[in-house]
């Protein structure tokens, strides 16, 4: 296995985790603001840069019923968020394949 490189984001504002700064996502690739964590506030993003997924697992949460992973940072291994594999409701498709980062969990780069 060859060594693996952290992906360094070109953008105006860029969240990053907030233990080691490591990039994990573009501002501009938000689709709502309107989640929450365990920790509170929460994004949900199309997509994001040096994470670890998780194993799969069926959660039930405050929309329904959904497989989801966590997901961490690469550098630190710490949980950021979680990403949807799979929801059950037709109105919760569009999350499928997206990322929750919580708020408490990031900092801004740059």
């Known amino acids: 296995m060859g060594l693996v ?7 105006k504002r860029i969240y990053g985790c907030k233990n ?3 990039h ?3 501002h501009d690739e938000i689709i709502s603001r309107n989640f929450r964590g365990q920790h509170g506030k929460a994004y949900l993003f199309a997509t994001t840069v040096n994470t670890l997924s998780g194993e799969p697992a069926e959660r039930n949460m405050t929309t329904g019923r959904h497989v ?3 997901i961490a940072c690469r550098q630190c291994k710490e949980v ?6 799979r929801a059950y409701e037709s109105t919760e498709k569009y999350k499928e394949g997206k990322f929750i980062l919580e708020q408490e969990l990031l900092c801004q780069v740059n």
């Open 24 to 26: 994990l996502a573009d």
């Open 5 to 11: 490189y952290n992906v360094y984001l070109k953008a």
């Open 68 to 70: 989801v992973r966590d």
């Open 20 to 22: 080691c700064k490591t």
């Open 80 to 85: 950021v968020g979680w990403k949807y594999d």
